[in-house]
DNA sequence: CAGAATCCAACCGGATACTG
DNA sequence: CAGTATCCGGTTGGATTCTG
């Protein structure tokens, strides 16, 4: 899985894994079907989040893991990464529009999982 | 990461992942965000698929990867395994009422990666 | 046709320790 | 606080070969 970046009206760019599945829905779910994507672009719906927290909403995963996915995210265009000030350093996350585009399916899901009793 | 079996009405058995992740949206995608999960339930979706021609649709993935899938989702009872006849053997998966009900899900995830044109 | 068996390299992800 | 660095065992998944 290659990336493929992309030129944004916003001078940002956007990474784009140039997977060549048939399959589009294979291609979303490599794009948020990872462990922890779903889940950490949900709890960004309600504004931004900083490191720790996000940790502490996610339980089970590791620093290690859930800054591996930020930043894969981040090249995604799904969310956004701000350096508030420093001493002590404060960061926090913001969903972008791109990512905000993703949240009616990760809502779908959710209540899947509720009505289901999974 | 473990199992836990719950008797169905049917006679079958549903296997739920005791997956005690706090996070609805993270235990959904234990069951259908694994790689090709979401693509064969897709591909099911239109009435019962012989292995062999899943394997074409799937087009990337191989053999091992796919009777691997498909013998988790079966267990979790997203869909019924038949064997039809015998010389040359013959064998088609068929989606469950259960499976049918995450089609919803991956109908939007779908359309999106269309239109988001990933 | 529909897999199972085996081998093996690559990656994943947890634990721990360290940094500015 | 917000990570990075390193170690390391376990899992993943491709390639290939074999079977009824």
Redesign the interface.
Known sequence: MRARVEQLKSGRKRV??A?H?????????R???G??K??IL??LKDGPVRFNDLAR????ASKKMISQRLKEMEDMDLLKRKVLNEQPVAVTYEITP?GR??L???E???D???H???
Chains 1, 2 share one sequence.
């Open positions: 784009l894994e997977c599945e048939p399959c589009p829905i294979e291609r979303g779910m794009l948020i079907g462990k922890w779903g889940s949900w709890h909403m996610l339980g089970g791109f585009s993703a009616g399916i990760l779908e899901l959710k899947w999982s509720e289901q009793g999974i």
